[in-house]
């Protein structure tokens, strides 16, 4: 069981980031679950549709909601992130080689969210894959004892550190 986080600097980079990571692990065979994050432009609105693909092959998710082109709060419905939450959750009692969290965001700083998905995979043996961004950083850092590892937010260096599934037993008859 790891731990680790990536941050990227551009705006909207980290969900295709972890998207792709999310795609060669699973085609590497290991046992995914979380989500990955799939924004979308919708006419007419400024402000994008986020949804939650959870892995390793959905439901999808919408977790944002329409606030209106003058609003300027956020937009992340919690109802919706927690029905993600609960979806990757179960995908846990099937047995996962990796968690991937696209963001540790308010929702988990303020003890929420993802939080105890995080805890349940370490505890059931799994490594931990998260985004955040700086300004959740000390919450993420706070939550996990400063154990978590920061690996550089390109796809090599994220691949390089899930490596491989493990070996496993096959199953007695």
């Given at each position: 069981m790891r731990l680790a986080y990536t941050m990227t600097r551009g705006r909207g980079a980290l969900d295709p980031l972890l998207h792709e990571v999310a795609g060669a692990a699973a085609a590497r065979g290991l046992r995914l679950a979380g989500i990955v994050q799939v924004n979308s432009d919708r006419p007419g609105c400024a402000r994008c549709d986020m949804d939650a693909v959870v892995l390793p092959d959905g439901p999808v998710i919408r977790i944002s909601q329409a606030l209106g082109a003058q609003a300027r709060g956020c937009r992340l419905d919690a109802e919706g992130l927690e029905t993600a939450v609960a979806a990757a959750e179960a995908r846990l009692a099937q047995g996962v080689d990796l968690l991937i969290?696209?963001?540790?965001?308010?929702?988990?700083?303020?003890?929420?969210?993802?939080?105890?998905?995080?805890?349940?995979?370490?505890?059931?043996?799994a490594d931990v894959l998260v985004g955040v961004n700086e300004m959740n950083l000390?919450?993420?850092?706070?939550?996990?004892?400063?154990?978590?590892?920061?690996?550089?937010?390109?796809?090599?260096?994220?691949?390089?550190?899930?490596?491989?599934?493990?070996?496993?037993?096959?199953?007695?008859?």
């Open positions: 969290v696209n963001k540790f965001g308010k929702q988990e700083a303020a003890g929420r969210g993802f939080r105890p998905v995080i805890a349940a995979a370490l505890e059931a043996g000390p919450a993420l850092e706070t939550f996990t004892g400063g154990a978590a590892e920061a690996l550089d937010p390109d796809p090599a260096t994220l691949l390089d550190w899930i490596g491989s599934p493990p070996e496993r037993t096959p199953a007695l008859a």
